[in-house]
């Protein structure tokens, strides 16, 4: 194993650490002001920066999230004491990760498909953000349900575009999640769902495969095969479950170390329920773990709603949903711990 290697071996082995996970904390600037206006709070670059610290200071957060993943502004903020909020992090035993795209844009010619941007200058952000204190990464591609969607060529852009990502990712001596998110929007059914996810999936490791991305250097983050948010048939987390873990054996190679999933819109108990199931059902040739953004913070925003005096309750809020989905990783999860 070259030294490099070496390097990105280390970094899978802390963030695959046992009842431990991902907080996606990367909202774009764009995003945050969706979820700040939801809760009465105007998005500044203080504000963003005051939320963010709260969230990584939580007490005791480090026992059960390994990583969190940063947008770009965060990597090169500093705490009111001035203490760059990545040290706040390392501190807590805590890896950092920084979101690496740019967002979508609609696929000319592909109506109502869209592709990840971001490729251009990538090799030198990475080296900077490795001085910054980075040692992972994310890039996040989207895949819409719909009338003649996704398509096979949207499908491959976007798998395509993420191996490249990761093949330059690991150059750089940071480890790739690879994010290919089917969305729930839609009325379609969870057997819709598994169609699309494992069509995505099979592209994506052969986009893997092409561009000589190191498997065992990586960590997938995949969608839960789950019914569209308005089909009218709804479904167990056990079938969920099944559903999800028969997709994923059928085309996630047991090379790769972990499967940290997003919440996509899940109610914050039906993403760690959901978790549970996957557990529950027994070993998996991969770690099975979470990287939530909104299923960890949506009770943590809204108790903090702006309030300086509220920071303590809303690190209590976030280090209940951390503690929960760590059962849920290790299988330990019940509904009635959600009263506690
Ligand atoms: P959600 O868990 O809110 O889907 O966010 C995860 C994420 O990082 C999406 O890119």
Redesign the pocket.
């Known amino acids: 194993m070259s030294l490099s290697e070496q390097d990105l071996a280390q970094t899978v082995a802390v963030l695959i650490a046992p009842g431990k996970g991902i907080l996606?904390a990367?909202e774009s600037t764009g995003t945050i002001e969706k979820r700040f206006t939801a809760v009465n709070v105007a998005s500044t670059k203080e504000s963003r920066r005051d939320y963010r610290e709260l969230l990584f200071s939580t007490p005791g957060l480090g026992d059960f999230i390994s990583g969190v993943?940063l947008y770009e502004e965060t990597l090169r903020q500093k705490n009111t004491a001035g203490v760059p909020l990545s040290a706040v992090l390392t501190a807590q035993g805590i890896l950092t990760g920084i979101?690496v795209d740019t967002g979508t844009v609609a696929l000319p010619g592909f109506p109502g498909e869209k592709i990840t941007q971001g490729l251009d200058g990538l090799a030198q952000r990475l080296s900077e953000y490795k001085q910054l204190g980075a040692s992972f990464a994310?890039w996040?591609a989207v895949i819409a349900i719909g009338a003649g969607i996704p398509t096979s060529e949207g499908i491959a852009s976007n798998a395509y575009t993420l191996a490249r990502y990761a093949a330059l990712c690991q150059e750089a001596g940071i480890v790739p999640i690879v994010?290919p998110?089917v969305l729930m929007d839609g009325d379609h059914t969870i057997t819709t769902c598994e169609k699309v996810t494992e069509q995505v999936l099979h592209a994506v490791f052969h986009a893997l495969h092409q561009q000589r991305v190191m498997l065992e250097y990586m960590l997938l983050?995949p969608n839960m095969v789950v019914p569209g948010a308005t089909c009218s048939e709804r479904s167990s987390a056990q079938l969920i479950a099944q559903a999800t873990l028969s997709c994923l054996r059928r085309t996630v190679p047991a090379a790769v170390p972990g499967i940290n999933?997003?919440?996509?819109?899940q109610t914050d108990a039906a993403?760690t329920s959901n978790l549970n199931a996957m557990n529950a059902a027994g070993k998996q040739p991969w770690n099975v773990s979470f990287?939530?953004?909104?299923?960890?913070?949506a009770s943590a925003i809204k108790v903090w709603g702006g309030a300086v005096g509220n920071k303590e309750a809303a690190q209590q809020a976030l280090y209940l949903r951390a503690r929960l989905n760590s059962a849920a990783v290790q299988g330990n999860y019940a509904a009635a711990m959600e009263e506690e």
């Open positions: 996606a990367d993943i979101k994310k996040r994010e998110e983050k999933f997003l919440s996509g819109g993403a990287s939530y953004g909104r299923a960890l913070q």
